[in-house]
């Protein structure tokens, strides 16, 4: 059956309707509205996600429900926001009227110095209260993860988080008042139509299912795929490569589903963090922290499961700990499917098996099997927002004091997420003794050659990975708790 096509992209800016029917591929959400429109509340910090000065908020329909989340809108495309509602810090307020609570609190406790950084902070904080009314301090430091300040020292930003509903109530909010008009609205613009604007690199195609997707792709094999945007962004924000034309896949309906399929957990392949985390966490809760600690919370919201497997990238969060657990994928090209172990989909450097025309479709995890233990760690220069230097995964079953089965696998080791074959070897059928592990130690440096890079050198890659595997041994062999809260 023909899809059939629009040739406009449309969403809502605040209060007010956008039709595009010309748009450059590459248009960043920034740039539209501070280059475009004039709305120059949001601020360019960093360019590359990292600061997020440039916070806004987007509203989707999600499972028949209106939900919005903090982006930033410095790595968003406009060609990811048909259907959505785009909502600005200048939308918190009349020009004449009274502060938002958001904005009350943080002049009443000084969260506010050189005053770059604090649109973005607002806008956070603003996503953070709609959901939760009377937040923790721990709340308030995880939705300021993906926000940099170099003036405050965040104390008075969390006291002014802490004290939002003193300064009114979240049900007068408007964008609660108003919640069922916008997703009226937002359910008119959502006309199962597929979305096709420009030529040529820059091209827009916005696919209206996975099957739409599919016959598109087949069409547009050198096309680029975009979910999230949270990597291909800094490919033009930072290489200024030309990527056109591109295929947005964020909101495609069938790629969101999380499922059982016999006891395994399936995860639709435009799955973001966000989504995730609750399923994720509540079948392998030994991922809770790691999970926390993926991006900043504009990261999960935008950051999709799918397209971290599909980048390849050997520093991408969520290989090694889904290589461990035996993650399979679901690679689709037009009606053709076909499974593959995680494991071996990454090739090489920048090369994964996939054909032309061929998308992840969909991650399968399955359960941890009886006895068995697992773990995730995660190394980098600062705790929060930041890019692995080295991420370890850990699963052994240890049957009458020897190890019955191993599974470790790396990323930042090597070119791609890797498994630690040799080392495995080294440990199955030994006692799982702190004197095995030793002599396991150093079977590394036949799975892995790491590198020096602006993260870490080779050597502190080697070592670290190294005491991961002694930290694994000694938290399964009668440590109460975690040895630390976390590694940084």
């Known amino acids: 059956m023909m899809t059939e096509v629009r040739g406009q992209l449309r969403f809502i800016l605040n209060d007010r309707d956008v039709v595009l029917d010309n748009l450059p591929a590459t248009r960043t959400l920034l740039d539209f509205l501070r280059l475009d429109r004039r709305m120059t509340g949001s601020k360019e910090g960093c360019a590359e996600g990292d600061c997020g000065a440039c916070t806004v908020l987007v509203g989707r329909l999600k499972r028949g429900q209106l939900v919005y989340e903090t982006v930033n809108a410095c790595i968003c495309f406009v060609g990811s926001l048909d259907a959505t509602h785009v909502v600005t810090v200048e939308h918190l307020s009349a020009a004449n009227g009274p502060l938002h609570p958001v904005q009350q609190a943080m002049v009443d406790h000084h969260g506010s110095q050189c005053g770059f950084c604090t649109p973005g902070i607002v806008m956070s904080l603003y996503g953070m209260w709609m959901q939760n009314a009377d937040p923790s301090v721990n709340d308030i430091e995880v939705a300021l993860q993906g926000n940099l300040c170099r003036c405050t020292g965040y104390a008075p930003i969390i006291k002014a988080g802490k004290s939002i509903s003193a300064y009114g109530t979240v049900v007068a909010d408007p964008l609660i008042v108003e919640r069922q008009s916008i997703k009226a609205r937002l359910q008119a613009l959502k006309d199962g139509k597929r979305v096709e604007l420009g030529e040529d690199k820059d091209r827009v195609i916005v696919p209206a299912s996975s099957d739409d997707l599919a016959e598109v792709y087949a069409a547009n094999p050198t096309g680029t795929l975009v979910a999230g945007a949270t990597d291909v962004g800094l490919w033009v924000t930072k290489f200024m490569r030309d990527i056109g034309p591109m295929i947005f896949i964020g909101d495609i309906a069938d790629l969101h589903g999380i499922g059982e399929v016999d006891g395994a957990l399936r995860i639709g392949a435009a799955v ?105 760690y995660k190394i980098t220069k600062r705790r929060d927002e930041d890019i692995s230097s080295v991420c370890g995964a850990f699963r052994v079953k240890v049957e009458a004091g020897a190890v019955a089965d191993v599974c470790i696998a790396f990323g930042g080791m090597a070119a791609t997420p890797k498994r630690a074959k040799t080392v495995e070897a080294a440990l199955l059928g030994k006692p799982w003794t702190a004197a095995t592990v030793e002599a396991a130690l150093s079977a590394y440096a036949e799975d892995y050659q790491p590198i020096t890079d602006m993260r870490a050198s080779a050597e502190y890659r080697m070592v670290s990975a190294q005491n991961l595997l002694r930290r694994f041994l000694l938290e399964t062999t009668g440590e109460g708790e975690r040895l630390v809260r976390e590694v940084a």
């Open 272 to 376: 973001t963090y966000s989504d995730a985390e609750a399923a994720i966490t509540s079948r392998y809760p030994q991922l809770a922290t790691f999970w926390s600690r993926i991006g900043g919370q504009q990261v999960r919201n935008a950051g999709t499961i799918g397209a971290n497997i599909a980048n390849g990238s050997p520093i991408g969060d969520t290989p090694p700990p889904l290589i461990v657990l035996g993650a399979s994928i679901t690679l689709r090209k037009g009606d053709v499917r076909r499974e593959v172990k995680l494991e071996d989909f990454f090739i090489a450097y920048g090369k994964q098996d996939r054909q032309p025309g061929e998308f992840v479709e969909a991650v399968t995890i399955p359960p941890l099997g009886e006895g068995e233990q697992f773990a995730c």
